[in-house]
């Protein structure tokens, strides 16, 4: 019996912000590699996850939320969700079934009217919702585009995810697998832990903190002769008062931050870490080029 051709291909996770599209990235690839917060925004730049199987490579990009820009940070957010639909092989447009339809998805919908890639239409969070409401969300939204497909999900759960895997597959074209089949992201682990510090914060800080903050690693280096890798990162905030809130009593949110984030830093390097955490003051830092530029938020060069 002849080989299947081998498919491969990129697919771009559009949609609202917190509509699941981390949680269901980490569920695909089966580990952390998007942070996840309740917190709009999370995800700042394309998080690329990569899932090899025995005749198919599905390279996912996670990319920011898509809403109107009110800084030059939202600008590039938003700049970069939308560049990627001119890349990609398949377009997911993730919704949250519990929340339904918004304005937020008028705005993607007119995106996505420009867009010659075949597009899905993945309905999350069903676990959330009577199957009534269901049938409703899929008559309204087949009334604004025409979707090649229409998968609803619980990305938590896991529901139907592996259906939606096999309609990917179906779609991708015949291709070579771009990456090693161990390879799970082309993130440097650096992002990454800056990430999972970032996540961290999100977390445990209030309301006014969490799109003020970046996270910069300094250094990340094996100590000598020792399974103990030190790792020593600056969290960016934009105002003093931020700074007290990150630090909290005492320094006592940020040493829970500190004691979360080296957790799933030693798994994801696999070594023990000895993490030390700064916390600085950068004054209206999302409105400015060189800041954007100095911590890891470059443009696409498309």
Known sequence: MENKQYKSGFISII????????????????????????????????????????????????TPGIHKPKHKLGDFMMKTAVNTLREVDLVLFMINAEEGFGGGDEFIIEKLKDVK???????????????????????????????????????????????????IQKMLPNGPQYYPADQVTDHPER??????????????????????????????????????????????????????????KQGALLKEVGKRSRQDIEHLLGSKVFLELWVKVQKDWRNKASNLRDFGFKEDEY
Not at 150 to 156: D, E, F, Q
Not at 200 to 218: F, G, M, Q, W, Y
Request: proline content about 4%; overall charge negative; charged content about 30%.
């Open 15 to 62: 949609g609202r912000p917190n509509v699941g599209k981390s949680t269901f990235l980490n569920r695909v690839i089966g580990q952390k590699i998007a942070i996840m917060s309740d917190k709009p925004q999370t995800t700042r730049n394309k998080v690329q996850g990569v899932l090899t199987t025995d005749d198919a490579q599905m390279v996912f990009i996670d």
């Open 117 to 167: 890639t075949p597009i899905f239409l993945v309905i999350n969070k069903i676990d959330r919702i009577h199957p009534d409401k269901l049938m409703e969300l899929i008559v309204q939204y087949k009334e604004f585009l025409e979707f090649a497909e229409i998968v609803p999900i619980s990305a938590l759960e896991g529901s139907n995810v592996d259906r939606l895997l096999e309609q």
């Open 191 to 248: 992002f990454i832990v800056s990430e999972l510090i970032r996540e961290k914060v999100l977390h445990l800080t209030r309301e006014e903190v969490p799109h003020s903050i970046a996270v910069v690693i300094d250094k990340i280096s094996k100590r000598e002769g020792k399974d103990m890798i030190d790792v020593m990162a600056t969290i960016v905030v934009e105002r003093d008062s931020q700074k007290g809130i990150v630090i909290g």
